[in-house]
């Protein structure tokens, strides 16, 4: 195919949104990635990708051409897979989940999988939003809602309790909680039931969420495994039929057609190693 260098350069582009971070993994300079996806343009006449706040998001006959090049990528892996049994990975390798798994838990334990796998770039990837996988944006999506693509391998590994939690002494009246782009959780529902109101402050973390309700006497939401690492934190009681604890599975996701990557295989046994079982919270201690 003449132009799959040029393909792999969409690729990577739409991996990172940037064409600086894809310079990084193609080891050459952002103007030659720009003059490569200029070329492709040009090629096609017809833009490859548009900027949205600054990231490179792929216009729709982008994400058709870079789907074609995830799909090429992965015959080609899963070729020399069959026939030369490569079992060492070296380059980057993307898990994408939530910013609170990654700092607590996954980076923590992320000697272990470089331990096995010396000639990884571990990328640890946090978004809110869901990352397509199909396009290239992650090898592994960690989603605490049950993924609905056909392609996808899924699996639950771990269960997310979330309470209602005060500083000690206080009895709040306001809460803080996440954006509203999130009021449809159920935690979020489970809270505004709960106050009687709207949040007074919303936060796109928990920790920021915990370290601003100590502060301000307020009430929040949290997980079970966060709210353990602030002390002076206390989980609320029912008023009446007001529930406080809510949970959600935790699902691990990645493409059928990737199933038989030794880089996969090991990537979802240590994943599995972090999170002791489907039925028990992240930090496997907690009780709900």
Request: proline share 6%.
């Amino acid at each position: 195919m003449k132009n799959w260098h040029l393909f792999k350069y969409a690729m990577i582009v739409s991996r990172y949104g940037s064409y600086k971070l894809a310079a990084r993994e193609l080891k050459t300079s952002a103007i030659t990635v720009a003059r490569k996806i200029e070329s492709l343009e040009k090629i096609y006449r017809t833009p490859i990708f548009s900027t949205v706040d600054g990231a490179k998001i792929a216009t729709p006959f982008g994400e058709k051409l870079i789907q074609t090049a995830v799909a090429l990528d992965g015959q080609i892996t899963q070729f020399e897979n069959d026939n030369f049994h490569q079992e060492v990975f070296s380059g980057p390798f993307v898990i994408n989940g939530l910013s609170f798994i990654n700092n607590f838990f996954l980076s923590e334990y992320s000697y272990l999988f470089l331990e096995k796998n010396p000639s990884v770039e571990l990328i640890l990837q946090a978004s809110e939003s869901v990352v397509n996988l199909s396009l290239g944006h992650a090898d592994i999506s960690l989603r605490l809602s049950e993924p609905k693509e056909t392609d996808l391998v899924r699996k639950p590994l771990a269960t997310v309790p979330v309470a209602l939690y005060a500083p000690l002494e206080s009895k709040p009246n306001k809460w803080v909680g996440l954006p509203q782009e999130l009021d449809w959780l159920p935690e979020m529902k489970m809270a505004r039931e709960y106050f009687q109101c709207e949040p007074s402050l919303r936060i796109d973390n928990y920790p920021g969420i915990a370290k601003a309700a100590k502060r301000s006497e307020f009430g929040c939401l949290l997980p079970s495994c966060i709210a353990n690492k602030f002390s002076g934190l206390y989980a609320l009681e029912p008023l009446g039929e007001s529930p406080v604890t809510a949970s959600r599975k935790m699902w691990l996701a990645y493409l059928e057609k990737r199933k038989n990557e030794p880089v996969i295989t090991l990537a979802t046994q240590w994943l599995s190693t972090v999170f002791s079982h489907p039925n028990k919270c992240l930090c496997g201690l907690c009780k709900w």
